[in-house]
């Protein structure tokens, strides 16, 4: 994943943040769970996956196109307007939902959750809860598939970020069997051309049935 694909500046210009990625692909890891749900058995009905942090739809679409039902989930009003604008997006099985993380409520019965590049943008002190959340909301060996700040990555600095080491990482993936675990870190630019040291995890993991 090249320093060119990254999320959001420090500053939350979201609308400028959104052109900046418009009509890029799915993110990796999400590619990669996928890859492991078509390697097990087909079930008799569609499969349930939560995009959180949608932004302009770039995973959301991707899990639609598969036939995958989908509930969309940001705290920005702009990126459901950039969502729902999208030619190449199937509605049948969509819906959305405008909320923050911090009072984040997830239906139960999801097969996967997932967060590119949106969790670390949780204040601190709600992360605990959010994660909670995501991890009783899964099916019984349902997928998290997204991404983790790391304590070394330049945004750290900032109270109302959420960071994590090596350990707590490894720690919260406890409930987990990991598939896919690899750690990021380089300096590089943001999607919007900002100079950043970059420290990230990449996740794809499978609740423990």
């Known amino acids: 994943m090249t320093e060119s694909t990254h ?17 890029r692909p799915p993110r990796e890891t999400l590619l990669k769970a996928l890859t492991n749900f078509d ?6 009905r569609p499969r349930f996956a939560v995009d959180l942090g ?34 190449d997006l199937q509605r049948d099985l969509l819906q959305t939902q405008l909320m923050r993380f911090e009072n984040l409520a997830l239906p139960s019965g999801i097969d996967l959750i997932n967060a590119s590049f949106c969790l670390p943008f949780c204040l ?34 900032y109270p ?12 919260l993936l406890q409930p987990f069997e990991t598939e896919w675990l690899e750690e990021e870190e ?10 950043k040291h970059w420290h990230i995890f ?6 423990r049935g």
């Open 7 to 23: 999320s959001h500046s420090s500053g939350h210009d979201w609308a400028t943040y959104y052109q900046a990625v418009e009509g």
């Open 39 to 44: 390697a097990e058995p087909l079930l008799d």
């Open 54 to 87: 949608c932004g302009d739809g770039r995973d959301t679409v991707e899990l639609l196109r598969r036939n995958w039902r989908v509930l969309a989930v940001d705290g920005e009003q702009k990126a459901f307007d950039r969502l729902l604008d999208r030619p």
């Open 124 to 157: 601190p002190t709600a992360f605990p809860k959010l994660w909670e959340t995501i991890v009783a909301s899964l099916n019984p060996c349902g997928r998290f598939c997204g991404q983790l700040f790391g304590d070394r990555d330049s945004w750290a600095i």
């Open 160 to 171: 109302n970020r959420t960071h994590h080491t090596r350990q707590q990482v490894e720690a």
């Open 186 to 195: 380089h300096p590089g630019v943001t999607a919007i051309g900002e100079q």
């Open 202 to 207: 990449h996740v794809v993991a499978r609740e």
